[in-house]
């Protein structure tokens, strides 16, 4: 132990005097303050839009409420998740995922993407988060620690003078291991508290125990992502016979587990778990509708909204209703397909230490797609609520014929409804389960990747020629 003490307090202390490091310093906290100035502008401006177009969406459905109760009830609605405070830890891909869910009381129909007003000739790309800054600079600033630690000091004739002295080379490597993780950390720790500084004293009111826990979360998956870089740092340095073939290595390292296996997702997905398109669920829906409305019995498509106890009224709203189920069958279907297909591709890109990184981050910040699957499956348990306050809305109205109709407002009440009544979707918060039950397997993952990876290190180190 205390020659671990030793060598992990020279390799510490040569690191803090490098240029590497004052490089790196500055850096990280320059990134970290750009990137929390362009959260607290986009913010405020998300926060502006959401606000507006959440009071528009009110005064819509007050309008309809005040019509009657039916207008309310099978008029599609389209609930936007809200902007999240806790974006600048990062943006969890959320500009690409569905953003706002559609329904009404009878159905939870679709989910879509509401890109807001942003320029669509504007490229998109990466915020300056704390997740890709630690992503993408992070891990290459591990690596930049870490290449030359043992090919280097081969080169400088220093490691065959520190093994001469009474040490092993396990303690030596795992000192020079942990002297780096512990560097680049205090580095990655510098930018955090400057720009977490910056957030309690420039953004909007935020629960400050909260924003805590979610950095000291961050903190410590971004340990794991820089325990498994400098890992592979101190690898590329042991099996290459110089410093320059270690860089080489290291590099061909970061460009694949950072830019390459991260972002093949998508052919992932295409190739190995196709799902159907679109158009054949469309297919399926248009032939579902026409064999309904072949066997259909006669005057299910009369019409005469001025009297709602006509019978052909109760013929065309069991035909609307058995269309309505007919394609929520198909779509929800293909909607379980769809998120089969996004898990299995990200399961596939887990090889690469940053998309682990990236997962657990997104559950840290309670975002991306856990988040929206969190509010997918909460919108179907409020529809089923809203649902119910409905038919108990028609139940007492004496002057409906009580024919349930999901689409149109003739055969149920067509009384006014205080409009506070009707229960309102709120997003609520996740749980610590919500967030870590997700993301556990990915956890272990990279934790297992991090000691994966220093365990050969250290076969190949012991049987390293230091001359």
Same mark, same amino acid.
């Given at each position: 132990m205390t020659m671990l003490k030793t060598v992990f307090r020279r390799e510490v202390l040569n690191n803090l005097y490098s240029l590497r490091f004052l490089l790196s310093l500055a850096l990280l906290i320059g990134v970290f303050v750009a990137g929390t100035v362009s959260f607290l502008n986009s913010q405020a401006a998300a926060l502006a839009d959401d606000r507006q177009s959440r009071a528009a969406e009110l005064e819509v459905m007050k309008s309809q409420a005040a019509r009657n109760a039916t207008e309310l009830?099978?008029?599609?609605?389209?609930?936007?998740?809200?902007?999240?405070?806790?974006?600048?830890? @990062?943006?969890?891909?959320?500009?690409?995922?569905?953003?706002?869910?559609?329904?009404?009381?009878w159905n939870v129909f679709s989910f879509q993407n509401r890109s807001g007003s942003a320029n669509p000739f504007l490229n998109k790309s990466d915020e300056p988060n704390w997740a890709f800054i630690a992503a993408v600079i992070a891990s290459f600033v591990a690596l930049l620690f870490t290449f030359d630690a043992v090919s280097g000091e081969k080169e400088t004739k220093t490691l065959a003078l520190a093994l001469a002295n009474p040490v092993s080379r396990g303690t030596l490597l795992f000192g020079k291991y942990l002297s780096a993780v512990v560097s680049v950390m205090a580095v990655l720790l510098a930018g955090?508290?400057?720009s977490?500084?910056?957030?309690?004293?420039?953004?909007?009111?935020?629960?400050p125990s909260a924003l805590a826990a979610e950095t000291a979360g961050?903190?410590?998956?971004?340990g794991l992502l820089t325990a498994t870089f400098c890992a592979l740092g101190l690898f590329s340095s042991v099996v290459a016979p110089n410093s320059n073939v270690s860089l080489l290595l290291a590099l061909t390292f970061w460009l694949a587990f950072v830019v390459i296996i991260p972002n093949s997702a998508v052919f992932v997905a295409k190739n190995f778990y196709p799902i159907e398109s679109s158009e054949a669920v469309q297919r399926k829906v248009d032939q579902a509708f026409e064999d309904l409305n072949r066997n259909a019995p006669p005057g299910?498509?009369? %019409?005469?909204?001025?009297?709602?106890?006509?019978?052909?009224?109760?013929?065309?709203?069991?035909?609307?209703?058995?269309?309505?189920?007919?394609?929520?069958?198909?779509?929800?279907?293909?909607?379980?397909?769809?998120?089969?297909?996004?898990?299995?591709?990200?399961?596939?890109?887990?090889?690469?230490p940053v998309s682990l990184f990236e997962y657990m981050t997104e559950?840290?910040?309670?975002?991306?797609?856990? *988040?929206?699957?969190?509010?997918?499956?909460?919108?179907?348990?409020?529809?089923?609520?809203?649902?119910?306050?409905?038919?108990?809305?028609?139940?007492?109205?004496?002057?409906?014929?009580?024919?349930?109709?999901?689409?149109?407002?003739?055969?149920?009440?067509?009384?006014?409804?205080?409009f506070e009544k009707i229960p309102q979707f709120v997003e609520m918060p996740m749980s610590f389960?919500?967030?870590?039950?997700?993301?556990?397997?990915?956890? %272990?993952?990279?934790?297992?990747?991090?000691?994966?990876?220093?365990?050969? @290190?250290?076969?190949?180190?012991? *049987?390293?020629?230091?001359?």
């Open positions: 009830a099978v008029k599609r609605h389209t609930y936007v998740l809200q902007p999240r405070a806790s974006a600048f830890i @990062t943006d969890a891909k959320e500009k690409y995922l569905p953003n706002a869910i559609v329904f009404s009381a955090v508290l400057v977490f500084l910056m957030l309690l004293l420039l953004g909007p009111a935020a629960n961050f903190l410590v998956v971004a299910s498509w009369t %019409m005469n909204s001025g009297n709602p106890f006509l019978p052909q009224h109760e013929l065309r709203a069991a035909l609307q209703m058995k269309r309505m189920q007919a394609e929520k069958e198909i779509r929800d279907a293909y909607f379980v397909e769809m998120f089969h297909q996004f898990e299995s591709a990200r399961l596939a890109t887990a090889l690469s559950a840290v910040a309670a975002g991306g797609y856990i *988040r929206f699957r969190k509010g997918w499956n909460d919108m179907h348990v409020f529809q089923s609520q809203f649902l119910n306050v409905f038919k108990a809305l028609d139940a007492a109205d004496s002057d409906s014929p009580h024919w349930y109709n999901p689409n149109e407002d003739v055969s149920t009440t067509r009384k006014p409804v205080a389960g919500e967030r870590a039950l997700p993301v556990l397997k990915y956890l %272990m993952m990279a934790v297992f990747y991090s000691c994966a990876v220093f365990l050969v @290190t250290y076969v190949l180190f012991v *049987r390293y020629d230091v001359r």
